[in-house]
Nanobody, 117 residues
Framework: VQLQASGGGLVQAGGSLRLSCAAS????????MSWFRQAPGKEREFVAT???????SYAESVKGRFTASRDNAKKIFYLHMNTLKAEDTAVYYC????????????WGQGTLVTVSS
């Protein structure tokens, strides 16, 4: 499956953005989908996931502010980000994996989110 992330941009602290991850090839509904992010000078970190059965989980740092959702008919995975903070500034990546595996086999190219304080 090929993944294309989009929707990043510059936003003021307290604002909102919606990231999209469009999938092509493969059977989208069969994959666990996740968002990761990497801030400048930091390791990549997990942000949110929506499993193939649409169970969601979040990093503590974004819980209550971010919502992951998926539209299997359109093959799009979303990240709705509210109450953005300067520390949310990062390149955001979407990724897909098979449910029974731990490693993500497919990655999008990343989209930059910059939050100004």
């Amino acid at each position: 499956v090929q993944l294309q992330a989009s929707g990043g941009g510059l936003v003021q602290a307290g604002g909102s953005l919606r990231l999209s991850c469009a999938a092509s090839g493969g059977t989208f509904s069969n994959y666990d989908m996740s968002w990761f992010r990497q801030a400048p000078g930091k390791e990549r970190e997990f942000v949110a996931t929506a499993t193939w059965i649409d169970s969601t989980s979040y990093a503590e740092s974004v819980k209550g502010r971010f919502t992951a959702s998926r539209d299997n008919a359109k093959k799009i995975f979303y990240l709705h980000m509210n109450t953005l903070k300067a520390e949310d500034t990062a390149v955001y990546y979407c990724a897909a994996k098979w449910p029974r595996l731990s490693e993500y086999a497919y990655w999008g190219q990343g989209t930059l989110v910059t939050v100004s304080s």
